[in-house]
């Protein structure tokens, strides 16, 4: 396969490599499959984009964020070796499977509801009630927000309406904690989630969250 003039082929049973694209930041790419296709090939479309369009320097060990994960190029041999963090967000391993996942979770969950993709970064901060790193139901609205803000506020039954209880945390914190609520989190502003008991879930739009985006 080519994309963007550069060739993805496989490598043994369980990889794909790169090939061209060290002619931009020196090795090519190895990344390990965890048998989702769709998934690992939209990876290397986003790292070849990423490549072409920004001419970054890659070092070895350096990182980039794929949506709500965290990458790793570790350089082996001829090639950089995709890493990720893991489910804890403590150590590293080859692959790239909890990224590939979660990233084509939240495009389904948008799709379904024809609505933009729109993923923050696990760098930018969420507003929670109490409850929410607990586990419990909660109910999750997303304003249009500041670029160090995701604009998603999430709340438990345990709110109290005073928007100054909420805690502003990093996403990544919640990603450790509540990977259950993932997949909402590329919906748009606009929108809201509402997650039941029996592991179902509502998402609708919310007028509310509509008129603050228009009056911001």
């Known amino acids: 396969m080519k994309y963007r003039d550069i060739d993805i082929v496989e490598y ?7 090939k061209g694209i060290n002619n931009i930041i020196g090795y090519d790419i ?3 499959s965890c048998n989702n296709q769709k998934g690992e090939l939209g990876l290397l479309f986003f790292l070849i984009d990423y490549f ?3 001419h970054p320097i ?7 964020s794929y949506g709500l994960w965290l990458l790793k190029f570790c350089l082996k041999g001829n090639f ?3 890493h990720e963090l893991d489910e804890a967000f403590s150590g590293w391993h080859e692959g790239a499977d909890n990224a590939v996942y979660y990233y084509e979770l939240q495009k389904q969950t948008c799709e379904g509801e024809s609505a933009a993709f729109c993923v923050p970064l696990f760098t930018q ?3 929670i009630s109490s409850g929410v790193l607990e586990g419990k139901n909660v109910q999750g609205i997303r304003y249009d927000e500041p670029n160090h803000m995701s604009g998603w506020y999430i709340t438990t039954d345990e709110y ?3 928007i100054a209880n909420m805690r502003v945390i990093e996403l990544q914190n919640l990603v450790v904690k509540r990977k259950d609520l993932l997949q909402f989190l590329a919906l748009p502003a606009g929108f809201f989630f509402e997650t039941l008991q029996n592991n179902k879930c509502y998402i609708g739009k919310s007028s ?3 008129e603050n985006t228009q009056e911001n």
């Open 125 to 127: 901060k969420i507003a």
């Open 52 to 54: 072409l369009n920004r």
């Open 58 to 64: 890659i070092r070895n060990n350096e990182t980039v």
């Open 12 to 18: 043994g049973n369980d990889s794909f490599v790169t």
């Open 30 to 32: 190895h990344l390990k």
């Open 208 to 210: 509310a969250a509509t």
């Open 80 to 82: 950089f070796q995709i």
């Open 160 to 162: 109290d309406g005073n």
